[in-house]
């Protein structure tokens, strides 16, 4: 399934962030019972990765990676009273990188036997030996210790796997029921679940064993008044996570309510999808009758649930070393942060503005022990009160800006594909002192309050952007005064970060994140992470986004 | 073993079916070869091959169901997979929108989706073309990203009911982008084949390079409503979403009746029959066009076949599920993998020519939905965007915010020049009057 067939499926999508990524048109499915199957063991991971690293050596590789992988993954659809479709999707095979004559080559198969991955291997260096006459710039890697033989898992509590599909419907049914009552005419609802088994070895010395797992709980409920033929609708405002299924355990200090007069509620590790659907389905037909906001400057106070896409496209793509170099010209782009502007000193946002990469962060989904090519992660800053000071980077990337180490953002979607930079999970850090939202509106003359994600779009280099929202409130002198409709923001990155005023304290910060950040040729999409706290941006122009068809 | 003929592909599926003990069973089998190269910076940096079959059981006890893969193929495995699909199938809850398997359909024949041209490629091919695209670019003292992907797969699908499909397809995409070496510049290009033998990346790189060269220096100028000429690379891509993508996307009748469409009527039902677009809006499907030719077959098994649309910018037809098309006593129509617009005879320097003020458009980038009840989307301008005045290209210009709805955009037509092929759809360049830009972006 790609993501156009689940935004058919479900009726979801508006958050989810760009491309494909699932299996496609007679993918393979398996019954959810063997999701719990332990697939093979790491010795025999280990026997079948050294008979491709040694094949690759033969072949004249100078370094070689494998990644023995097995994906799982089950999603449950609902809509309304009944459950769509139940998928359980199993994907398991081997992808080696090989590095000949400072080319890459890469080969991928399904077919798990020491035969096939020594002859994979051998096709992997045979095309890096057929790109050796057009290479100009040979890979240069940056050095990295073999770790030997080590193994990482996500910290969960229950995989969601070991719960009865029964059970999981039976949720999602209720969750619908609950919008429906409140006053939803439709609703779709999704469960994914998600656990990547990763064995990587490579010449380095390293054999790590990783089993990572995923979990992200949504609905899109559709109110529509047929009168009139207006339609509305207000999608989850949960996140995906990096948790098991203790996260549909609703939890009361999980629990964040937004500013008086919004009736919103936020939710940090824990999220309660019954009382969410019911709210939605309560917003979705309010959002009915609202008034169409009037355009015009604005100060902005967004929710970390809205703030987390924002800070994705505006700070996490530019900060890619690959775009800066120009790796994604030909489709995701470049960026207005080159090391040019870098060197400039120039100010990214604000002195309030302080942004941390962290692939160790709890909870997100973008969290690994290694890397897809065998670096340990880590935390480091990327902008420091408001200027630009570091980039997140690969190993072969290293040199380029004097730096002998990789940052460990190597990843691939499968084993089938060949892994490269994606982005860690990239966070604001909230602010020292103690606020709430409330106290942050009360400081308001005139703004709008955004909670939720909504539409979103930037430029080629990260310069212009507009993004929307779920929900959206007037701001009149420091109160919550009305909800409105039609709301979507336009600014330019530097100018909007430089309006940022400063962000509530840490009792107030969450996550926001995605399954389908999509980047690369062939494209891929990988799982991320943004934290925040509630911030104001002052002075921010305000589109009306109603139109007559 | 990726290709499998059909032969060796129905005889694994007759296996399949025969294992069955349930009331319906249904199995699919897809299989793929693929192979690409990526540049930048004037230089490969990765490359890359992908072997891959899977095979998927479906099995029915009533209106239970359960499905199952696996991807070897001995006698015991596939047993198993049949036995899996069939414990699953026992567990599940009934459907209440369950609908029998299709018996023996007829499907339209398609040889033209295979050619062993594109299959036959070689690791040595990609590097040539690749070679011969960069190599232009040193000439020009330029620096290009590109891409090449080669596929050739085939589905084989087989039922309980005897319903038999195959079909193989063969695609090569490649796209380039060019840019100056001071970053001031940027330029771009598109193509994708069935059949290789007309492929020259270099031509297609020389198209790229010309933009990027010319759009040196852009203006500012006011963001506003324009007539442009959108170009096929701007309507529509293999990489992001696209304006008449999305639009063809939304033509789907249950949320149509449902009212949550820009197809549902006031007061219920939907829009179908009604002329919604300008009068030269006829858009259509068929498989078996030799230049876009598709599969013939939706993944349940319907026959893909030609289809109206939109004809005449009326609301021809909307596609929809088999129990929706029951339900509510609509033609049974599944949604098309590509579509066709008609167009004119005119190139875009035709259309050019005619334009006294306006403003080309070579792509548009980051295209969402803004408001699903008007269809509105927003975007970027990308790669080349020039200012037109008394039928010439003046200067280039910055590029812009975009929020617009196809509908109104389709309504607005000024001119439709000759279609090209385009991710897998035949698409003419559009003039299109008041065309909403809303902001400027520094982006080059």
């Known amino acids: 399934m790609n993501r156009r067939d689940f935004v058919g499926l479900t009726g979801l999508g508006a958050t989810a962030l760009l491309l494909p990524g699932l299996p496609g048109f007679g993918a393979q499915r398996v019954d959810p019972s063997r999701l719990l199957e332990p697939g093979a063991d790491t010795i025999l991971k280990k026997r079948l990765a050294d008979a491709a690293l040694n094949a690759a050596k033969s072949a004249g590789a100078s370094y070689a990676d494998v990644r023995i992988g097995r994906s799982l993954n089950q999603y449950v659809f609902t809509r309304e009273k009944q459950v769509?479709?139940?998928?359980?999707?199993?994907?398991?095979?081997?992808?080696?990188?090989?590095?000949?004559?400072?080319?890459?080559?890469?080969?991928?198969?399904?077919?798990?036997?020491?035969?096939?991955?020594?002859?994979?291997?051998?096709?992997?260096?045979?095309?890096?030996?057929?790109?050796?006459?057009?290479?100009?710039?040979?890979?240069?890697?940056?050095?990295?210790?073999?770790?030997?033989?080590?193994?990482?898992?996500?910290?969960?509590?229950?995989?969601?796997?070991?719960?009865?599909?029964?059970?999981?419907a039976d949720l999602l049914l209720a969750a619908n029921a609950a919008a429906l009552d409140a006053g939803a005419s439709y609703i779709n609802s999704a469960l994914f679940q998600v656990n990547e088994q990763k064995y990587f070895a490579s010449t380095d010395g390293s054999y790590i064993d990783q089993d990572v797992h995923r979990l992200w709980p949504t609905f899109n409920a559709t109110a529509v008044d047929t009168?009139?033929?207006?339609?509305?609708?207000?999608?989850?405002?949960?996140?995906?996570?990096?948790?098991?299924?203790?996260?549909?355990?609703?939890?009361?200090?999980?629990?964040?309510?937004?500013?008086?007069?919004?009736?919103?509620?936020?939710?940090?590790?824990?999220?309660?999808?019954?009382?969410?659907?019911?709210?939605?389905?309560?917003?979705?037909?309010?959002?009915?009758?609202?008034?169409?906001?009037?355009p015009g400057k604005y100060d902005l106070v967004l929710d970390p649930g809205h703030l987390g896409l924002t800070i994705h496209e505006s700070v996490g793509h530019p900060t890619e070393l690959d775009r800066v170099l120009g790796y994604e010209a030909n489709f995701a782009g470049t960026s207005f942060a080159t090391l040019e502007w870098k060197a400039k000193n120039l100010p990214y946002g604000s002195p309030q503005?302080?942004?941390?990469?962290?692939?160790?962060?709890?909870?997100?989904?973008?969290?690994?022990?290694?890397?897809?090519?065998?670096?340990?992660?880590?935390?480091?800053?990327?902008?420091?009160?408001?200027?630009?000071?570091?980039y997140q980077k690969i190993r072969d990337q290293a040199h380029i800006v004097g730096q002998k180490a990789s940052d460990g953002c190597c990843y691939a979607q499968s084993w089938e594909d060949v892994q490269f930079q994606r982005m860690a999970n990239i966070s604001l850090r909230p602010g020292p002192a103690k606020m709430s939202p409330d106290e942050m509106i009360s400081k308001v003359d005139k703004g709008i309050y955004i909670a939720g994600a909504g539409s979103f779009s930037i430029d080629q280099q990260r310069f212009n952007f507009q993004f929307g929202g779920q929900l959206f409130f007037a701001i009149e002198k420091g109160k919550i005064t009305e909800p409105l409709e039609d709301v979507a923001y336009q600014a330019n990155?530097?100018?909007?970060?430089?309006?940022?005023?400063?962000?509530?304290?840490?009792?107030?910060?969450?996550?926001?994140?995605?399954?389908?950040?999509?980047?690369g040729q062939p494209a891929q999409v990988s799982s991320v992470s943004h934290g925040s706290a509630t911030t104001r941006f002052n002075a921010v122009n305000v589109i009306n986004t109603a139109r007559k068809v | 073993m990726a290709i499998l003929s059909q032969t060796e592909a129905q005889d694994i599926l007759k296996k399949v079916i025969g294992f069955s003990t349930a009331d319906e069973c249904d199995a699919t089998l897809n299989g793929s070869l693929e192979g690409n190269v990526r540049s930048a910076r004037n230089s490969i940096s990765t490359a890359g091959a992908v072997d891959n079959v899977s095979l998927a059981v479906t099995s029915y006890f009533g209106k239970r169901s359960g499905t199952a893969t696996c991807n070897q193929f001995d006698d015991a495995t596939l047993r198993?997979?049949?036995?899996?699909?069939?414990?699953?199938?026992?567990?599940?809850?009934?459907?209440?929108?369950?609908?029998?398997?299709?018996?023996?359909?007829?499907?339209?024949?398609?040889?033209?989706?295979?050619?062993?041209?594109?299959?036959?490629?070689?690791?040595?091919?990609?590097?040539s073309q690749m070679a011969a695209s960069m190599q232009y670019c040193d000439s020009k003292k330029l620096s290009s990203a590109g891409f090449l992907n080669d596929q050739a797969g085939f589905v084989a699908k087989r039922n309980s009911k005897g319903l038999e499909a195959y079909q193989r397809t063969t695609n090569l995409d490649f796209s380039i982008t060019v840019r100056t070496l001071d970053g001031l510049g940027s330029g771009y290009a598109a193509t994708d084949f069935t059949d290789i033998k007309n492929f020259d990346a270099a031509r297609l790189t020389a198209v790229a390079a010309s933009k990027a060269s010319s759009s040196v220096g852009a203006k500012a100028i006011e963001p506003g409503k324009y007539t442009v000429i959108l170009e096929p690379n701007a309507l529509v891509s293999g990489s992001d979403a696209s304006l008449l993508a999305a639009l063809m996307r939304s033509f789907d009748a249950r949320a149509a009746d449902e009212?949550?469409?820009?197809?549902?009527k006031k007061g219920g039902g939907n829009r179908k029959g009604e002329k919604l677009f300008d009068e030269r809006v006829t858009i259509y499907s068929d498989p078996t066009n030799a230049e876009v030719p598709d599969l013939t077959f939706s993944g349940d098994g319907r026959p893909q076949q030609r289809t109206t649309w939109i004809e005449k910018g009326v609301v021809?037809?909307?596609?929809?599920?088999?129990?929706?098309?029951?339900?509510?006593?609509?033609?049974?129509?599944?949604?098309?993998?590509?579509?066709?617009?008609?167009?004119?005879?005119?190139?875009?320097?035709?259309?050019?020519?005619?334009?006294?003020?306006?403003?080309?458009?070579?792509?548009?980038?980051?295209?969402?939905?803004?408001?699903?009840?008007?269809?509105?989307?927003?975007?970027?301008?990308?790669?080349?965007?020039?200012?037109?005045?008394?039928?010439?290209?003046?200067?280039?210009?910055?590029?812009?915010?975009?929020?617009?709805?196809?509908?109104?955009?389709?309504?607005?037509?000024?001119?439709?020049?000759?279609?090209?092929?385009?991710?897998?759809?035949?698409?003419?360049?559009?003039?299109?009057?008041?065309?909403t830009f809303t902001s400027l972006s520094d982006a080059v």
């Open chain 2, 316 to 435: 021809k037809n909307l596609y929809s599920s088999r129990y929706w098309a029951q339900k509510s006593g609509i033609p049974d129509l599944p949604s098309p993998g590509g579509f066709i617009m008609e167009g004119g005879t005119q190139s875009t320097a035709d259309l050019i020519k005619s334009t006294a003020k306006g403003i080309l458009v070579t792509r548009l980038w980051y295209i969402r939905p803004v408001d699903p009840q008007t269809l509105l989307f927003t975007g970027l301008t990308r790669d080349g965007t020039f200012y037109i005045e008394n039928g010439a290209i003046k200067f280039p210009v910055k590029n812009f915010r975009f929020n617009e709805s196809p509908i109104i955009m389709l309504n607005n037509l000024e001119a439709i020049g000759r279609p090209v092929r385009l991710a897998g759809n035949l698409v003419p360049p559009l003039k299109i009057r008041d065309f």
């Open chain 2, 259 to 264: 009212g949550r469409s820009f197809l549902s």
């Open chain 1, 493 to 519: 990155t530097q100018e909007f970060w430089g309006a940022c005023q400063g962000s509530c304290d840490q009792s107030d910060y969450r996550l926001f994140g995605t399954f389908f950040d999509g980047k």
């Open chain 1, 227 to 294: 009168k009139t033929g207006k339609f509305r609708s207000r999608e989850a405002l949960s996140a995906p996570v990096g948790l098991g299924y203790e996260y549909l355990t609703p939890s009361a200090n999980e629990q964040v309510y937004g500013p008086q007069g919004t009736d919103t509620v936020g939710y940090k590790l824990r999220y309660d999808i019954l009382a969410d659907a019911a709210l939605a389905g309560k917003q979705a037909k309010a959002k009915l009758g609202m008034r169409s906001v009037t």
């Open chain 1, 353 to 390: 503005v302080n942004i941390v990469a962290d692939k160790l962060q709890p909870g997100a989904v973008g969290t690994v022990g290694y890397d897809d090519e065998g670096v340990k992660t880590k935390e480091w800053d990327i902008i420091r009160a408001g200027k630009l000071v570091d």
């Open chain 1, 84 to 168: 769509q479709n139940i998928v359980s999707t199993e994907s398991y095979g081997v992808g080696i990188r090989v590095l000949v004559n400072g080319c890459w080559g890469f080969a991928s198969t399904s077919v798990v036997t020491e035969a096939s991955l020594a002859a994979t291997a051998r096709l992997a260096a045979d095309i890096a030996k057929a790109d050796r006459l057009v290479m100009k710039e040979p890979v240069q890697l940056a050095p990295q210790q073999g770790y030997g033989e080590v193994s990482w898992r996500t910290p969960i509590q229950q995989s969601a796997f070991e719960v009865p599909v029964k059970q999981k």
């Open chain 2, 80 to 127: 198993r997979c049949v036995q899996r699909a069939e414990e699953i199938a026992r567990l599940a809850p009934e459907s209440p929108e369950y609908m029998p398997l299709l018996g023996p359909q007829t499907y339209q024949s398609s040889p033209l989706s295979f050619a062993a041209s594109t299959a036959g490629i070689t690791p040595d091919y990609r590097a």
